[in-house]
């Protein structure tokens, strides 16, 4: 079985936030890969991961980055495969690495989802990869309706909830 997402982090230390997306790719029967590459300690090898992706089948990059964060953009700069870069909160409240992730020069896009928005960044490369794949189209739809009904029975449990001036 050859990966079709790559799940790349700067440090191990980002695995309990990347982790997220790997769950939700489980969830979804997508095969993927996951990889511990640094920008600034292993650039060669991060340019070597680039340059192979397409070859190598990847249809979307997953990059977590916190700090500088240059791991996301980097390797857009080096493959035409799309980049969703997650911001990990390592400092600043995350602040550093979502302007770092953020802020490409034209021509290098980086898809951002929010900090430590591994999930949220699964969901769109599952979303990216849907819009030619019928069946995983329909997992999506299934998926979000799943989402919608967690609200509305949330909503009824909260209709049994009292309080002395609670109107609903």
């Avoid at 249809?59 to 980049?83: D, E, R, S, Y």
């Avoid at 998926?143 to 609200?151: A, D, G, R, V």
């Amino acid at each position: 079985m050859e990966p079709k997402v790559s799940i790349i982090m700067g440090s191990t230390s980002d695995l309990d936030v990347m982790a997220k997306a790997a769950k939700l790719l489980d969830d979804f029967e997508i095969p993927f890969e996951m990889n511990a590459l640094s920008a600034h300690r292993t650039p060669d090898e991060v340019e070597e991961f680039a340059k192979g992706a397409r070859d190598k089948g990847i249809k979307v990059i997953i990059a977590g980055a916190g700090m500088a964060a240059h791991l996301p953009g980097v390797i857009a700069a080096m493959t035409p495969v799309p980049v969703i870069g997650v911001p990990i909160n390592a400092s600043l409240s995350g602040f550093d690495s979502i302007l770092a992730i953020l802020q490409m020069p034209p021509g290098i896009p980086v898809a951002t989802v929010a900090v430590n928005g591994a999930m949220n960044a699964a969901i769109l490369a599952v979303q990216m990869m849907a819009t030619g794949n019928d069946v995983l189209m329909q997992k999506l739809v299934d998926y979000k309706e799943s989402l919608k009904q967690k609200i509305v029975k949330a909503n009824s449990e909260l209709s049994e909830v009292k309080y002395n001036f609670k109107t609903n």
